[in-house]
């Protein structure tokens, strides 16, 4: 079933989609979409739903995760649509309704743990390279470690990753 | 001499330290410094990160742009990702000055504050610009006498209208960048085309980004190149795990170490298997 949610176009606007309303459909968006080629995803078609308000058709949808941000639909779109930043928008609200897929959520847990998407596999090779074991980032500076992780906790992430 | 701050991301310093490794041996020998930008973090990524709170990635990136603001630098990345995350984070937050003030309000729990003033960018891009092809060409010890497929990724030159570097469908920057060290650019078909690890994808729907990949190969294949030249850690990983994987050999640099050994460097000192 098909159920429009008018406030739903509203919500992706405040996430920074609001230009997925400028578009006319004509599909050049999927017609150069590398992800397009190899699996049933359609932008074309994730637009109109974002147009329509169909929260549940995008939001649930594993297509709205085809999409690698490469951009390509982006600078060939005659309307100007952020298609990207839709992408985007739509991403931000599926997650905040609890749509996480486990090998995302293992991304962003490293990024709690470690401050970055992952850990330090290769500290014998930067030793042998005549680098320090870890780099200068958070990873060596628990100071600056707990500092970052004060973002993720005031901006939400930590509960939004559970 | 001209000195950035040296961004070094997530998987170049702990995936391909060599890269890291690279890039530092190859601008100290081009007479830029690089400045460690310390206590940066991830960018944050642009696929995952950014997909789960747009809010997050916006603080986080801020926090590192003002790590380098207060450096006085301007920074420096060595990754499509990373560059793709700070420049456009940048980018936002220097035209909307209520979007500037409400990330100041959590820069500000951790006692930091973001002015504006960062520039980002790709070091692909400085070399380019700042050092210039025929600087480059005198540092060169050692033509090369190789087929390269160059890979330019997504993020580097895209999106265009605010990055305002190259053709995005045609360009020629890398082209000419490798030229410099005696290898040859080969022609190929879609040499656009993303390699597949982005936006989330390598990480939940691996399968599909090594149809990209795969894609990707072939047409390098087809084209007579022996070697890969990227200038992304995360392009790097994946045509280095895809070439294996899929049983289509190549031999995959990162344009750094490209450089370093044209300038002479021993592959064992870029992190590189000849
Ligand atoms: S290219 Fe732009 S206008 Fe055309 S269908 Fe795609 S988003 Fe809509
Ligand atoms: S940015 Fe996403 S939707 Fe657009 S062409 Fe690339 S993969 Fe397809």
Redesign the pocket.
């Known amino acids: 079933m098909v159920t429009p949610v008018p406030a739903f176009t509203d919500e992706i606007a405040k996430n920074g989609g609001s230009s997925a309303m400028l578009c006319f459909q004509c599909g050049t968006?999927t017609a150069?979409?590398?992800?397009?080629r190899f699996v049933a995803?359609r932008?074309r078609k994730l637009m109109r739903a974002a147009q329509l308000g169909l929260k549940d058709d995008t939001i649930n949808s594993e297509d709205l995760w085809?999409?690698?941000?490469?951009?390509?639909?982006?600078e060939r779109c005659p309307r100007d649509v952020q298609?990207?930043d839709v992408?985007t928008a739509l991403r931000n609200i599926a997650v905040a309704n609890g749509k996480l897929y486990e090998g995302h959520k293992k991304v962003a847990q490293n990024l709690i743990k470690y401050g970055h998407t992952v850990d330090n596999s290769k500290s014998a090779q930067r030793v042998e390279l005549g680098l320090p074991e870890n780099p200068p980032t958070v990873l060596a500076n628990s100071a600056a470690m707990a500092q970052f992780n004060k973002i993720l906790e005031i901006t939400g992430f930590k509960k939004l990753v559970g | 001499m001209a000195k950035y701050a040296f961004f070094l991301g997530c998987i170049a310093p702990l995936r391909y330290p060599g890269i890291e490794k690279s890039t530092r041996e190859v601008f100290k020998a081009l007479g830029i410094e690089l400045v460690e930008l310390k206590d940066a973090s991830c960018c944050p990524a642009p696929g995952v990160i950014k997909s789960f709170s747009k809010a997050t990635w916006l603080a986080a990136a801020a926090r590192n742009l003002a790590l380098a603001e207060k450096e006085g630098l301007d920074i420096v990345t060595i990754c499509n990702g990373c560059y793709g995350s700070l420049f456009d984070a940048a980018h936002e937050l220097h035209e909307d000055k209520k979007m500037l003030d409400d990330v100041n309000k959590i820069l500000a729990e951790i006692g930091l504050k973001y002015n504006g003033g960062t520039k980002v960018r790709h070091f692909a891009e400085v070399l380019y610009k700042e050092v210039g092809i025929e600087a480059i060409k005198k540092a060169v010890k050692k033509q090369l006498d190789c087929k390269a497929a160059v890979f330019y990724g997504?993020h580097f030159l895209k999106p265009s209208n605010i990055k305002n570097l190259d053709d995005p469908e045609n360009p020629k920057i890398l082209d000419e960048l490798v030229a410099a060290t005696g290898a040859s650019s080969m022609p190929r078909q879609q040499k656009m085309m993303?390699c597949g690890a982005g936006?989330g994808l390598r990480s939940q729907f691996g399968e599909t980004a090594m149809k990209f990949t795969k894609a990707n190969l072939e047409y390098m294949k087809a084209s007579g190149a022996e070697v890969i030249v990227d200038v992304c850690p995360f392009c790097h990983l994946q045509f280095d795990a895809g070439q294996k994987e899929l049983g289509i050999p190549f031999k995959v640099f990162h344009l750094s170490q490209l450089f370093g050994l044209a300038f002479g460097m021993s592959a064992k000192d870029l992190g590189v298997k000849l």
């Open positions: 968006c150069g979409c590398p992800s397009g995803y932008i085809q999409c690698t941000t490469c951009y390509t639909c982006a298609i990207v992408v | 997504c993303c936006g």
